[in-house]
């Protein structure tokens, strides 16, 4: 298994809801990204794992809330967002030799 | 953290080599150069990564200054399904792990 997944592909939500996106990789990677990517824009990083610890947070608000459950699997909880939010996620994993892998994204539309 | 900048958008003409350039004049010694594309929205895909030699791989080969301070991503012989935004990308150590500090990009179009 040498793929990223993320789940859900797209996903509306009201700006009450609370809603996760998920993201699985298998490939033994100790490290894992969210990344959030506006049109035209390129992405930028949220925040990152280190062997299932949170080790870099680029002052994301906290109404986005990322878990580490295992070394496989990545959350990103969402709770009261707001429009602007609405975004491309993108999840990437590192190998040893720190290429980066990337999902296929969740594009986030908040109503 | 290093930045780095790169050309809006490019035209190549197909079968033909394309050239995008890219500088970061404030990278560090031990900061790695990295080449992404991304197609029509999708996670960006891995094209190649060097720090201080030249490199070449089955995609592309990859030019680094000598002072490190800009690089070109050549693809030999571009085709239709090279058109794509292409990130350069430098990667800063931090927090006891690495980012990847993505550039503007540049849209290249290959031409028929």
């Known amino acids: 298994d040498t793929e990223v997944t993320q789940t859900p592909k797209h996903l509306v939500m009201g700006m009450t809801n609370k809603k996760s996106l998920k993201c699985e990789q298998h490939?033994?990677?100790?490290?894992m990204y969210w990344y959030k990517q506006k049109a035209k824009k390129p992405p930028e990083l949220m925040f990152v794992y280190s062997y299932e610890k949170l080790s870099i947070n680029e002052s994301v608000p906290s109404r986005f809330s990322p878990e580490c459950p295992n070394s496989s699997l990545l959350n990103l909880h969402l709770h009261a967002l707001q429009p602007e939010d609405s975004a491309l996620y993108l999840c990437?994993?590192?190998?040893?030799?720190?290429?980066?892998?990337f999902g296929p994204g969740t594009r986030l539309t908040v109503l | 953290d290093a930045k780095t900048t790169q050309p809006t958008s490019m035209d190549c003409a197909e079968g033909r080599a394309a050239n995008l350039p890219c500088n970061h004049s404030t990278i560090s010694g031990n900061e790695y150069v990295y080449w992404y594309r991304q197609i029509h929205s999708q996670g960006p895909q891995y094209i190649i990564h060097?720090?201080?030699n030249n490199e070449t791989n089955e995609m592309a080969s990859l030019i680094i200054t000598e002072d490190r301070k800009s690089s070109t991503l050549i693809l030999p012989h571009a085709t239709l399904r090279d058109t794509a935004v292409y990130y350069c990308i430098v990667r800063v150590e931090g927090s006891g792990t690495y980012k990847y500090i993505f550039g503007t990009g540049t849209r290249l179009k290959v031409l028929a």
């Open positions: 490939m033994g990677h100790r490290a």
């Open positions: 990437a994993s590192t190998d040893r030799y720190n290429e980066q892998f």
């Open positions: 060097g720090l201080k």
